[in-house]
């Protein structure tokens, strides 16, 4: 049986991946992945394949121990990997609860490499693994420190097991939005006054999903970003010094921007 699989499919990115997937590959079924099962549940339908919901929480142990009873089971091979689930919180560090930033890490970096590494063993050349990251991958992001500092994480995670993982022909992309309109921001903001008021521009899920796919699997890339504005601010925060790139994003946020449009 060859599958895809789906994390953070029920909501944003990572169903606008299932719903999307099928325009480059046939699978049999499409394991997503979330806490919300009902949701989950409602993509039945939605595209060819038949729909595993599987309702687990990454931040649990648990979780790891039941998908990997899972695939023991079936032994599906696996097409495609998505680890689209991931929150972040943003503002100053001592109003985030460190709860909370320690959840960050366990869902955006240690969920991600579990997922993956215990997925890997069912994988077969030409099989891909995309890793949801973040253009904050790129530069330390005060106010968003343990978020961006995750995404950094995932962006060398991602492009080291690219290459080890070529010999065997399994891609490993990461993928790097900048601000996207999904549910992420009803989790993001810790006070009603965020220090975090500057979006410079607001990207469409589909969108960020189309090009991530057509990435994927019609280019060699390593690494995913949707828009000129993000690969143009990319390539320049590589040039300049982190202290000039981080006081320049410190003063945007004094110039609240786009802020009406996140949920809109
Ligand atoms: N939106 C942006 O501006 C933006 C920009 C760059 C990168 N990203 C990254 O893109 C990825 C997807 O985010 P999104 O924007 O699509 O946000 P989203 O709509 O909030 O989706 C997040 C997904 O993660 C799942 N999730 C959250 N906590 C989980 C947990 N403990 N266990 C299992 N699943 C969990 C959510 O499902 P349940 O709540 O049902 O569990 C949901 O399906 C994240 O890694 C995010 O960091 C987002």
Same mark, same amino acid.
């Given at each position: 049986?060859?599958?895809?699989? $789906?994390?953070?499919?029920?909501?944003?990115?990572? /169903?606008?991946?299932?719903?999307?997937?099928?325009?480059?590959?046939?699978?049999? +079924?499409?394991?997503?992945?979330?806490? /919300?099962?009902?949701?989950?549940? +409602?993509?039945?339908?939605?595209?060819?394949?038949?729909?595993?919901?599987?309702?687990?929480?990454?931040?649990?142990?648990?979780?790891?121990? #039941?998908?990997?009873?899972?695939?023991?089971?079936?032994?599906?091979? *696996?097409?495609?990997?998505?680890?689209?689930?991931?929150?972040?919180?943003?503002? #100053?560090?001592?109003?985030?609860?460190?709860?909370?930033?320690?959840?960050?890490?366990?869902?955006?970096?240690?969920?991600? *490499?579990?997922?993956?590494?215990?997925?890997?063993?069912?994988?077969?050349?030409? !099989?891909?693994?995309?890793?949801?990251? !973040?253009?904050?991958?790129? %530069?330390?992001?005060?106010?968003? =420190?343990?978020?961006?500092?995750?995404?950094?994480? *995932?962006?060398?995670?991602?492009?080291?097991?690219? %290459?080890?993982?070529?010999?065997?022909?399994?891609? *490993?992309?990461?993928?790097?939005?900048?601000?996207?309109?999904?549910?992420?921001?009803?989790?993001?903001?810790?006070?009603?006054?965020?220090?975090?008021?500057?979006?410079?521009?607001?990207?469409?899920?589909?969108?960020? $999903?189309? =090009?991530?796919?057509?990435?994927?699997?019609?280019?060699?890339?390593?690494?995913?970003?949707?828009?000129?504005?993000?690969?143009?601010? =990319? /390539?320049?925060?590589?040039?300049?010094?982190?202290?000039?790139?981080?006081?320049?994003?410190?003063? %945007?946020?004094?110039?609240?921007?786009?802020? +009406? %449009?996140? =949920?809109?």
């Amino acid at each position: 049986m060859k599958i895809a699989v $789906v994390t953070g499919a029920s909501s944003g990115m990572g /169903r606008e991946f299932v719903l999307q997937l099928e325009q480059y590959i046939t699978v049999d +079924e499409i394991w997503v992945i979330a806490r /919300r099962g009902e949701r989950l549940c +409602e993509l039945q339908g939605e595209v060819g394949a038949k729909i595993r919901p599987i309702s687990l929480d990454l931040t649990e142990s648990e979780s790891f121990t #039941k998908y990997s009873t899972m695939l023991e089971e079936e032994k599906p091979e *696996v097409s495609l990997l998505v680890n689209g689930a991931g929150f972040g919180k943003f503002g #100053k560090f001592e109003n985030i609860p460190l709860e909370d930033s320690m959840k960050m890490i366990d869902l955006n970096c240690k969920a991600l *490499v579990m997922m993956t590494e215990l997925t890997l063993p069912y994988m077969h050349s030409g !099989s891909k693994v995309i890793e949801l990251d !973040s253009l904050s991958a790129f %530069q330390p992001v005060p106010y968003i =420190t343990v978020y961006g500092a995750t995404k950094a994480f *995932v962006l060398s995670y991602s492009r080291a097991m690219n %290459q080890e993982l070529a010999p065997r022909g399994i891609r *490993v992309m990461s993928v790097n939005p900048g601000w996207v309109k999904t549910e992420f921001f009803e989790h993001a903001f810790t006070t009603n006054q965020s220090e975090i008021k500057y979006f410079n521009k607001i990207y469409e899920a589909k969108d960020v $999903v189309a =090009t991530a796919l057509r990435d994927l699997y019609k280019t060699n890339k390593d690494v995913s970003m949707h828009g000129a504005l993000i690969r143009w601010q =990319t /390539r320049l925060v590589k040039h300049l010094p982190h202290t000039l790139v981080m006081k320049v994003w410190m003063s %945007q946020q004094k110039k609240p921007k786009n802020m +009406e %449009q996140l =949920t809109k």
